[in-house]
């Protein structure tokens, strides 16, 4: 049988990862719906790019894993 302190921490810790994640899935999606010419948008661009062509040490590839 298992413990249900076992099964409440599984569902926290699943709780705690989409919290962290949350934010910045969110704040992906505000610079994306940038206008094209704003800095942020140009620099997720850059670090898309960047991923795209295998930097794995970029800001977007960290993202992404």
């Known amino acids: 049988m298992v413990s249900h302190d076992i099964i409440w921490a599984e569902m926290v810790a699943a709780l705690f990862f989409i ?3 949350f934010p ?11 206008l094209k010419g704003r ?9 898309k790019q960047l991923a795209e062509h295998g930097d794995i040490h970029c800001w977007y590839a960290e993202m992404q894993e």
Not at 24 to 34: D, G
């Open 19 to 21: 919290e962290g994640v």
């Open 24 to 34: 910045s899935v969110a704040c992906i999606q505000r610079l994306w719906e940038l």
């Open 39 to 47: 800095y942020s948008r140009l620099a997720l661009m850059s670090s």
